[in-house]
């Protein structure tokens, strides 16, 4: 799993119930402090619900934003389980390693 | 954006901005929503592209070829962000020579391309006379009526008669034109009214019918659906509304440009009766099944011997023409158009000859990079695809700003663009211009791109590692840059000695004498006609009283009207010489302009009288009227002899003697570039009531046209002036489509020139920058600056000759496009040429000269260390 793809996965964790491509993207962005577009948000979305790591369920669509439904993402239980594997690879991995 | 997530992308994006504005302000948000589309760019084409290999189809190898081509690009991308400048040079050269090009060619499109906005217009034929005014002219009634009977290859024909009328009845009476046509006009094109009914054969028979076009209908008569069965006044006349056409529909007519006729009317029968000798009709026809061009231009020589045999008299030295409607209308501006997009095609040809210099230079850096890729294996067919796939990229960047630049040029042209040019307002970028920018940049990139990353790929691992980064062009590398340069210094000089001499003949016509002044002359149409005009004294009275009424305006120093304004076209007959033998034939005899006079006509244009008197007012009242003619037809009718009191006629049974009362010298009445005619002036109407009012004023002319209008409504509120324009305008106007194009492809030839220049200068410091180290050892062994300069600058003129001479090849070749577009002047024109020569070679020697100086002001020490 790509480095953008457990930022994206880890943010939907944390947001839980409210997470939605704005939140992710703030989320991402208040944490690692660089600048995250929504290209390339939407487009690591698109690529985990493809390998079947999270799911979606559109919400509500206001006025502010243009008449356009809300998508809400959550993660499923494959994604969990790609998320600890690669957890635990890295975590493996760093064991002893100073820089 | 992937499809499925765009709306919810598009979403979140506004509520946060609506979140942002309130939070940082309205400047900061759109800063911020900027750059969150600029970035997202590259993550969702990346992504595309995945998406793309992952459902490909293909086989296991086709998947990795795309992969590697996809990874290829992405190479490519990073290495040219890595040069900024290389890059921006390239693609603005491409997107400015992508984008010219696919501007024009949505003009030549529009213009030239697209068909007649008829069913099956390719169809749809003009039939033309020609006789002793050679091509092309319009049928006689007799001849015509005898065509619809005998000819077996046209499906339908039918007969125009264009003519102006002035629409009353409403709060401002208007000049409009219009056409008479036969009753089986409508069908014979394809086109049911859009109301009403279409004009019938009947009708021919029981005028007073009018059908509307789509504009005159919503226009002036306020686009109702219950003007059927009302009335229009036309010359003061009622005609009753039978139908409406559809928008967009015309009477094709080889006098008029698609959609100028605002009303139809079904020509009367006894019109086309009359004389076999008078040709004034155009005929329009549609050609039967399986039938084309030629077989029917066959079919009507067949016809025209037929009635040369039976009418002798008139129709002896007669024959027809069929033109297609496309040619007859749009062919002219086609080749001009054509020309145009040649010249611009040939600059894009220039400026990828530079790109793929440039290219050719830095795959010459790249050798040792090459060279290493080589040694760990890559095939020669992986490096072609690397060194190409920059090439493809930049022209297809290229391209895309072409196509953007391209929106913009076609608005600028459109401005600029000759009104003559028919079909204007419908040029625009459309789909065709859209692949042909397409197929122009991958055009380009093949071209410029294909051969270097060819030849670069094939690298010397040796040879490139033993140098250690010392780059140089192999010879076959540098040969094929030099060639470059060579085609482009040729294509420069081709296409600068076309535009030199299109400038050239652009100036001759312009400063030739047409043998009348145009300065401080307004001109316009009068054209009287309704009911008070029974009569010749009518019209008389009428002139009379606007010549007096104009002339009596404070200003104005001379007034006169003629039937058809110089430069303009005219009509013509031939004329019996007294004295001459009996003609056998209608056609036999000088062909003589006429031309009708009142007023002051002559002094008002400053045509120079140069024997006898101008015209008094008796002349109309004889019996042998005196009428003026011009030089010309005296040198023609009476060669060597005084034409003074000598006579002619327009008619042998019995003669109607015109006298020569005076001579006046020549003017160009059929255009600037046509010789004067033989040319008679009388002080009548003959054969046209209407005319042009010409009047002399000192001041400001534009001051003066309200005055000059009242004055002519006083005299009869409902025939206004139209076409007010000054002499000047109009003389400007017959050379706007001229001027266009001449610096429409002067420009192109300077660009070429300038490219062309950057190319040598790019090639030469090349060839500098790689032998600073020699050229330093040179001079430290004491070789003189003016040595090293010689030494260099000779590269560049032995290419500028080699291109010269190529270029003479071309220049050769096409002095058949430059004939019938040049006057005055020879295809080719050694001055010229010469001209085109020197300044190439000129060129390339700055060009060279530059970095040659720049290399001998570097000490040889410095030059020497530079390794």
């Given at each position: 799993?790509?480095?953008?793809?457990?930022?994206?996965?880890?943010?939907?964790?944390?947001?839980?119930?409210?997470?939605?491509?704005?939140?992710?993207?703030?989320?991402?962005?208040?944490?690692?402090?660089?600048?995250?577009?929504?290209?390339?948000?939407?487009?690591?979305?698109?690529?985990?619900?493809?390998?079947?790591?999270?799911?979606?369920?559109?919400?509500?669509?206001?006025?502010?934003?243009?008449?356009?439904?809300?998508?809400?993402?959550?993660?499923?239980?494959?994604?969990?389980?790609?998320?600890?594997?690669?957890?635990?690879?890295?975590?493996?991995?760093?064991?002893?390693?100073?820089? | 954006?992937?499809?499925?997530?765009?709306?919810?992308?598009?979403?979140?994006?506004?509520?946060?901005?609506?979140?942002?504005?309130?939070?940082?302000?309205?400047?900061?948000?759109?800063?911020?929503?900027?750059?969150?589309?600029?970035?997202?760019?590259?993550?969702?084409?990346?992504?595309?592209?995945?998406?793309?290999?992952?459902?490909?189809?293909?086989?296991?190898?086709?998947?990795?070829?795309?992969?590697?081509?996809?990874?290829?690009?992405?190479?490519?991308?990073?290495?040219?962000?890595?040069?900024?400048?290389?890059?921006?040079?390239?693609?603005?050269?491409?997107?400015?020579?992508?984008?010219?090009?696919?501007?024009?060619?949505?003009?030549?499109?529009?213009?030239?391309?697209?068909?007649?906005?008829?069913?099956?217009?390719?169809?749809l034929m003009i039939v033309m006379e020609q006789g002793g005014f050679g091509c092309c002219g319009p049928a006689s009634g007799p001849d015509y009526l005898d065509w619809v009977?005998r000819n077996?290859?046209f499906?339908?024909l039918t007969v125009l008669s264009p003519t102006t009328?002035?629409?009353?009845?409403?709060?401002?009476?208007?000049?409009?034109s219009?056409t008479y046509v036969t009753?089986?006009a409508?069908?014979?094109?394809?086109?049911?009214?859009?109301?009403?009914?279409?004009?019938?054969?009947?009708?021919?028979?029981?005028?007073?019918?009018?059908?509307?076009?789509?504009?005159?209908?919503?226009?002036?008569?306020?686009?109702?659906?219950?003007?059927?069965?009302?009335?229009?006044?036309?010359?003061?006349?009622?005609?009753?509304?039978?139908?409406?056409?559809?928008?967009?529909?015309?009477v094709p007519s080889p006098w008029s440009q698609?959609?100028s006729f605002?009303?139809?009317?079904?020509f009367?029968?006894?019109k086309l009766t009359e004389n076999r000798g008078s040709h004034s009709f155009p005929v329009v026809g549609?050609?039967?099944?399986?039938?084309?061009k030629?077989?029917a231009q066959a079919d009507m020589d067949r016809i025209m011997r037929d009635l040369a045999a039976e009418y002798p008299q008139s129709n002896g030295d007669r024959s027809a023409r069929v033109f297609t409607v496309h040619e007859y209308l749009f062919g002219n501006v086609?080749?001009?158009?054509?020309?145009?997009?040649?010249?611009?095609?040939?600059?894009?040809?220039?400026?990828?000859?530079?790109?793929?210099?440039?290219?050719?230079?830095?795959?010459?850096?790249?050798?040792?990079?090459?060279?290493?890729?080589?040694?760990?294996?890559?095939?020669?067919?992986?490096?072609?695809?690397?060194?190409?796939?920059?090439?493809?990229?930049?022209?297809?960047?290229?391209?895309?700003?072409?196509?953007?630049?391209?929106?913009?040029?076609?608005?600028?042209?459109?401005?600029?663009?000759?009104?003559s040019?028919?079909?204007?307002?419908?040029?625009?970028?459309?789909?065709?211009?859209?692949?042909?920018?397409?197929?122009?940049?991958?055009?380009?990139?093949?071209?410029?791109?294909?051969?270097?990353?060819?030849?670069?790929?094939?690298?010397?691992?040796?040879?490139?590692?033993?140098?250690?980064?010392?780059?140089?062009?192999?010879?076959?590398?540098?040969?094929?840059?030099?060639?470059?340069?060579?085609?482009?210094?040729?294509?420069?000089?081709?296409?600068?000695?076309?535009?030199?001499?299109?400038?050239?003949?652009?100036?001759?016509?312009?400063?030739?004498?047409?043998?009348?002044?145009?300065?401080?002359?307004?001109?316009?149409?009068?054209?009287?006609?309704?009911?008070?005009?029974?009569?010749?004294?009518?019209?008389?009275?009428?002139?009379?009283?606007?010549?007096?009424?104009?002339?009596?305006?404070?200003?104005?120093?001379?007034?006169?009207?003629?039937s058809r304004l110089p430069l303009f076209g005219g009509m013509n007959g031939s004329v019996w010489?007294?004295?001459?033998?009996?003609r056998q034939n209608a056609g036999e005899g000088p062909l003589v302009e006429v031309t009708s006079?009142?007023?002051?006509?002559?002094?008002?244009?400053?045509?120079?009288?140069?024997?006898?008197?101008?015209?008094?007012?008796?002349?109309?009242?004889?019996?042998?009227?005196?009428?003026?003619?011009?030089?010309r037809f005296?040198?023609v009718?009476?060669?060597?002899?005084?034409?003074?009191?000598?006579?002619?006629?327009f008619d042998d049974?019995?003669?109607?003697?015109?006298?020569?009362?005076?001579?006046?010298?020549?003017v160009r009445q059929w255009g600037p570039e046509q010789a004067p005619q033989a040319q008679m002036?009388?002080?009548?109407?003959l054969w046209s009531?209407s005319?042009?009012?010409?009047?002399?004023?000192?001041?400001?002319?534009?001051?003066?046209?309200?005055?000059?209008?009242?004055?002519?409504?006083?005299?009869?509120?409902?025939?206004?002036?139209?076409?007010?324009?000054?002499?000047?305008?109009?003389?400007?106007?017959t050379?706007?489509?001229?001027?266009?194009?001449?610096?429409?492809?002067?420009?192109?030839?300077?660009?070429?020139?300038?490219?062309?220049?950057?190319?040598?200068?790019?090639?030469?410091?090349?060839?500098?920058?790689?032998?600073?180290?020699?050229?330093?050892?040179?001079?430290?062994?004491?070789?003189?600056?003016?040595?090293?300069?010689?030494?260099?600058?000779?590269?560049?003129?032995?290419?500028?000759?080699?291109?010269?001479?190529?270029?003479?090849?071309?220049?050769?070749?096409?002095?058949?496009?430059?004939?019938?577009?040049?006057?005055?002047?020879?295809?080719?024109?050694?001055?010229?040429?010469?001209?085109?020569?020197?300044?190439?070679?000129?060129?390339?020697?700055?060009?060279?000269?530059?970095?040659?100086?720049?290399?001998?002001?570097?000490?040889?020490?410095?030059?020497?260390?530079?390794?």
């Amino acid at each position: 799993m790509g480095e953008f793809e457990q930022l994206v996965m880890l943010a939907l964790l944390r947001l839980g119930e409210d997470a939605y491509g704005m939140s992710v993207r703030e989320e991402i962005e208040r944490r690692t402090g660089r600048e995250v577009s929504y290209g390339a948000v939407y487009t690591t979305l698109d690529r985990l619900e493809r390998k079947g790591f999270v799911a979606h369920a559109l919400g509500e669509a206001t006025a502010e934003r243009g008449g356009r439904a809300k998508k809400f993402f959550r993660v499923l239980p494959a994604g969990r389980d790609a998320l600890r594997d690669t957890q635990r690879a890295l975590t493996v991995m760093w064991e002893g390693v100073r820089l | 954006m992937p499809a499925g997530q765009r709306d919810a992308a598009l979403g979140d994006a506004a509520e946060e901005f609506v979140l942002r504005v309130g939070r940082e302000g309205w400047a900061s948000a759109r800063r911020w929503y900027r750059r969150q589309v600029w970035r997202s760019i590259g993550p969702a084409a990346r992504h595309r592209a995945g998406l793309l290999v992952e459902t490909w189809r293909g086989t296991e190898g086709e998947r990795e070829r795309m992969a590697a081509w996809i990874n290829d690009f992405r190479l490519a991308f990073r290495a040219l962000r890595r040069r900024p400048g290389f890059s921006l040079t390239v693609l603005v050269t491409l997107a400015l020579g992508v984008g010219a090009n696919t501007a024009l060619f949505g003009v030549f499109r529009t213009v030239f391309l697209e068909p007649v906005p008829l069913p099956h217009s390719d169809q749809l034929m003009i039939v033309m006379e020609q006789g002793g005014f050679g091509c092309c002219g319009p049928a006689s009634g007799p001849d015509y009526l005898d065509w619809v009977e005998r000819n077996r290859t046209f499906s339908g024909l039918t007969v125009l008669s264009p003519t102006t009328f002035t629409l009353t009845g409403l709060p401002e009476p208007e000049r409009i034109s219009g056409t008479y046509v036969t009753g089986s006009a409508f069908d014979m094109l394809g086109v049911a009214p859009l109301m009403g009914r279409a004009l019938l054969p009947e009708d021919q028979d029981a005028p007073g019918v009018v059908v509307l076009s789509y504009a005159l209908w919503k226009n002036q008569l306020g686009g109702g659906q219950d003007v059927l069965g009302t009335t229009v006044e036309l010359d003061g006349t009622p005609y009753t509304v039978v139908g409406v056409m559809p928008e967009g529909f015309d009477v094709p007519s080889p006098w008029s440009q698609m959609g100028s006729f605002r009303l139809y009317l079904p020509f009367q029968n006894e019109k086309l009766t009359e004389n076999r000798g008078s040709h004034s009709f155009p005929v329009v026809g549609r050609l039967g099944p399986a039938q084309t061009k030629e077989t029917a231009q066959a079919d009507m020589d067949r016809i025209m011997r037929d009635l040369a045999a039976e009418y002798p008299q008139s129709n002896g030295d007669r024959s027809a023409r069929v033109f297609t409607v496309h040619e007859y209308l749009f062919g002219n501006v086609g080749k001009q158009l054509g020309l145009i997009l040649g010249a611009a095609g040939v600059v894009l040809l220039i400026a990828c000859g530079n790109v793929a210099g440039l290219l050719l230079a830095r795959a010459a850096g790249r050798e040792t990079e090459l060279a290493v890729r080589a040694a760990l294996g890559a095939s020669r067919r992986a490096m072609v695809r690397l060194l190409f796939s920059e090439a493809l990229l930049l022209a297809l960047v290229g391209g895309v700003l072409g196509l953007l630049f391209s929106f913009a040029a076609i608005d600028g042209l459109k401005a600029v663009l000759p009104p003559s040019i028919p079909r204007i307002d419908r040029i625009r970028v459309d789909g065709w211009a859209l692949v042909f920018a397409l197929g122009a940049s991958a055009f380009t990139a093949l071209l410029f791109g294909m051969v270097p990353a060819l030849l670069a790929s094939r690298t010397n691992l040796a040879a490139s590692v033993k140098e250690g980064g010392y780059a140089t062009l192999a010879p076959a590398k540098e040969r094929l840059r030099n060639a470059f340069i060579v085609g482009q210094i040729a294509l420069g000089l081709v296409l600068a000695n076309g535009a030199a001499l299109l400038v050239q003949s652009y100036a001759a016509l312009r400063g030739q004498d047409f043998g009348f002044d145009t300065d401080g002359i307004v001109t316009m149409a009068l054209n009287p006609a309704g009911p008070r005009y029974q009569d010749d004294e009518a019209y008389v009275t009428f002139y009379d009283q606007v010549l007096q009424r104009v002339g009596a305006i404070p200003g104005v120093t001379s007034v006169g009207t003629i039937s058809r304004l110089p430069l303009f076209g005219g009509m013509n007959g031939s004329v019996w010489v007294e004295g001459t033998p009996p003609r056998q034939n209608a056609g036999e005899g000088p062909l003589v302009e006429v031309t009708s006079v009142n007023g002051d006509y002559f002094r008002t244009m400053g045509i120079p009288l140069l024997k006898g008197r101008l015209l008094e007012p008796d002349d109309s009242v004889s019996a042998a009227p005196g009428v003026v003619i011009n030089q010309r037809f005296a040198d023609v009718g009476w060669p060597d002899q005084d034409p003074l009191g000598k006579r002619f006629s327009f008619d042998d049974n019995p003669p109607q003697w015109l006298t020569v009362v005076g001579v006046v010298g020549d003017v160009r009445q059929w255009g600037p570039e046509q010789a004067p005619q033989a040319q008679m002036y009388a002080p009548f109407m003959l054969w046209s009531s209407s005319a042009y009012l010409t009047v002399r004023a000192s001041g400001d002319l534009g001051a003066l046209v309200p005055r000059i209008r009242e004055a002519i409504q006083e005299v009869d509120p409902a025939q206004p002036p139209s076409d007010v324009q000054t002499m000047e305008a109009r003389v400007d106007r017959t050379f706007a489509q001229r001027r266009f194009y001449t610096t429409l492809i002067a420009l192109f030839a300077v660009a070429a020139l300038f490219l062309a220049a950057a190319g040598v200068y790019g090639t030469v410091s090349y060839f500098v920058a790689r032998r600073v180290r020699e050229l330093g050892i040179r001079m430290a062994l004491g070789a003189g600056g003016t040595g090293i300069v010689g030494l260099v600058v000779r590269r560049g003129i032995r290419l500028a000759v080699w291109g010269v001479l190529i270029g003479l090849a071309g220049v050769w070749a096409s002095t058949r496009v430059v004939e019938g577009l040049v006057y005055g002047i020879d295809a080719v024109e050694p001055l010229t040429l010469a001209g085109g020569c020197v300044a190439l070679a000129l060129v390339a020697v700055a060009a060279s000269a530059l970095p040659a100086l720049r290399a001998v002001r570097v000490p040889p020490v410095l030059a020497l260390r530079s390794e």
